[in-house]
């Protein structure tokens, strides 16, 4: 069995290690048998997205955002819409999340629009939201935690379409104000969890894996379990080093 990795944008959408999310997607996959193939897709290509098994897009800066929204929005936004529709996987960090709601009105003015996956809007906040997150998630009738960094002004608000992928144990998630942090949407996952996210959360890294593999294969395909001691272990120790710094609860929940 074979899994192709869309990396959109991966010279503009890439900061704080993102692109560290498609080595742990790529390792872990083949270390439960398949073969990976990944492909980069930049400005003003129009591939079929529903080719694919996961699409990745990472975060940006204000100016790498500006210049690639039209083009999600408009070029790509279409194809990418449709592929999601059809079960495509998705994971979108930071600026690329962003991007994959209805639109983000940044702080110098301008109107980003935004490619529609997710039922959000983003707005810039007067002050940035930095610092290790420890988000408490629910996903397929399982509790987990998952660990990150974020450093964002935007803030973002989920419509009534779109769930939130897990509400803030500490840090502030998506605006500081509702407890909510990222966004999932059929096999759609938005966040704003830097670190990079999937190294230091295998249990979404083969969420992610095991929802492509089903959509590809059929909901009978069944993959052989990873070990993941090593990093489950450090999972538990960023979460220990994280409330040994003195961050506290949140209080929104």
Not at 7 to 16: A, E, Q, R, S
Not at 139 to 144: K, P, Y
Not at 171 to 188: I, L, M, Q, V
Request: proline share 4%; net charge neutral; aromatic share 6%.
């Amino acid at each position: 069995m074979k899994l192709t990795i869309c990396h959109l944008y991966p010279d503009l959408m890439n900061i704080y290690g993102d692109r560290g999310n498609i080595i742990a997607l790529s390792r872990r996959a083949t270390w439960a048998g398949l073969d990976v193939e990944v492909r980069r897709v930049d400005l003003g290509e129009r591939p079929d997205l529903r080719t694919f098994d996961i699409l990745f897009i990472g975060g940006g800066q204000d100016a790498q955002q500006a210049l690639v929204a039209r083009d999600l929005a408009e070029v790509k936004g279409p194809s990418l819409r449709a592929a999601v529709d059809d079960g495509l996987v998705v994971l979108a960090i930071c600026g690329g999340y962003q991007l994959l709601g209805r639109y983000f009105h940044t702080g110098s003015g301008a109107m980003l629009p935004g490619a529609e996956v997710f039922d959000a809007c983003t707005v810039a906040g007067s002050r940035r939201c930095i610092g290790d997150v420890i988000v408490r998630s629910q996903i397929d009738g399982q509790a987990h935690t998952l660990v990150g960094f974020e450093n964002h002004s935007g803030k973002t608000y989920l419509g009534a379409r779109t769930r939130p992928l897990g509400h803030v144990l500490v840090g502030s998630g998506n605006n500081g104000e509702d407890g909510s942090e990222g966004a999932t949407d059929r096999n759609a996952f938005g966040t704003y969890l830097h670190g990079s996210l999937l190294p230091k959360n295998p249990w979404l890294t083969d969420l992610l894996i095991r929802r492509a593999v089903e959509r590809r294969y059929g909901p009978a395909t069944s993959l052989p379990p990873v070990d993941d001691g090593p990093e489950r272990q450090a999972h538990e120790a960023i979460i220990a080093r994280i409330r040994a710094r003195g961050r506290v609860d949140s209080g929104v929940i």
